[in-house]
């Protein structure tokens, strides 16, 4: 692979991220909008089953922000990289 093909290679991951990342903020988008009128819902239970609800959607928050700092991670160092190569 020459290093022309790689940077058009890398050029494709960069976008491709792109659009992960697009996709990604949308679920965070919609998972606030639901984490907000579940946890509204269940604010005063103390039932099992309403910890585990709030666990659950503590968990996926926490996914989506992990999701979205390893795509900025992955586009930094592919951008590193790229600019290396010239």
């Known amino acids: ?3 022309g093909e790689v940077k058009v290679v ?3 991951a960069h976008h491709l991220l792109d659009q992960g990342k697009t996709t ?3 679920v965070g988008t919609g998972l ?3 984490a907000g009128l ?3 819902t269940l604010h005063d239970s103390q039932r099992t089953e309403a910890d585990q ?6 968990d996926a928050v926490r996914e989506v922000k992990l999701t979205l700092r390893v795509i900025a ?3 930094e160092h592919g951008s590193t990289y790229r600019k290396a190569l010239g």
């Open 32 to 34: 606030d909008e639901a």
């Open 73 to 75: 991670a992955a586009q």
């Open 38 to 40: 579940v946890l509204a």
């Open 24 to 26: 990604i903020e949308g």
């Open 53 to 58: 609800a709030r666990k659950a959607i503590a």
């Open 1 to 3: 692979m020459s290093i």
């Open 10 to 12: 890398l050029d494709e």
